[in-house]
T-cell receptor
Framework: DGGITQSPKYLFRKEGQNVTLSCEQN?????MYWYRQDPGQGLRLIYY???????QKGDIAEGYSVSREKKESFPLTVTSAQKNPTAFYLC???????????????????FGAGTRLSVL | RKEVEQDPGPFNVPEGATVAFNCTYS??????FFWYRQDCRKEPKLLMS???SGNEDGRFTAQLNRASQYISLLIRDSKLSDSATYLC???????????FGTGTKLQVIP
């Protein structure tokens, strides 16, 4: 089955610790994204990547880092510099809009099941 | 003004009722529009894209009004399983310019 797999489902971080959230997709999508969702708020973009070995900061990148060494994988590291990391983290992927016929809605994003990160 | 605004609800409706949600957006250059459904503590899932001519999928109808900069979602014959939060999503073009609304919560009551 094609899809996006995030792991772990739940993660606990100790003070001063870096933690890494995994995101793997087998949809052959070029673009991948990381979002953070807090209660009562919309999704906020942390980082995105359009292609292997390239990624861009989103609206709230401070305290986070990513890598994109393979098309299928886009791990997110929550560093100790992120002072309020407790949230629901969602990874998404999408087809390159340039690969779609005109007239179709662009940039439909498909999400993994998410990782809930809490601070101990 | 927020880029994408939705009434958070909750909308409490009886089974079988028709319910409608609106979502306004501020960027007139927005190009693509979507409705996603998010169940409690789960990931968002695409419900439907919204096209200029309006589109329907079973009990769900989505419409776009570019002049007034809003999209709408109409749910007919509500089912208990429709209970969820409905997210409005707007893409102004480019990978970064996808904005999610905070969602409208729907509770369908027996």
């Amino acid at each position: 089955d094609g899809g996006i797999t995030q792991s772990p489902k739940y993660l606990f971080r100790k003070e001063g610790q870096n933690v890494t959230l995994s995101c793997e997709q087998n949809l052959n999508h070029d673009a991948m994204y990381w979002y953070r969702q807090d209660p009562g708020q919309g999704l906020r973009l942390i980082y995105y990547s359009q292609i292997v070995n390239d990624f861009q900061k989103g609206d709230i990148a401070e305290g986070y880092s990513v890598s994109r060494e393979k098309k299928e994988s886009f791990p997110l590291t929550v560093t100790s510099a992120q002072k309020n990391p407790t949230a629901f983290y969602l990874c998404a992927s999408s087809i390159d809009p340039g690969d779609l016929p005109s007239g179709l809605a662009k940039n439909i994003q498909y999400f993994g099941a998410g990782t809930r990160l809490s601070v101990l | 003004r927020k880029e994408v605004e939705q009434d958070p609800g909750p909308f409490n409706v009886p089974e079988g009722a028709t319910v409608a949600f609106n979502c306004t957006y501020s960027n007139s250059a927005s190009q693509s529009f979507f409705w996603y459904r998010q169940d409690c503590r789960k990931e968002p899932k695409l419900l439907m894209s919204v096209y200029s001519s309006g589109n329907e999928d079973g009990r769900f109808t989505a419409q776009l009004n570019r002049a007034s900069q809003y999209i709408s979602l109409l749910i007919r014959d509500s089912k208990l399983s429709d209970s969820a939060t409905y997210l409005c999503v707007v893409n102004a073009g480019g990978y970064q310019k996808v904005t999610f609304g905070t969602g409208t919560k729907l509770q369908v009551i027996p």
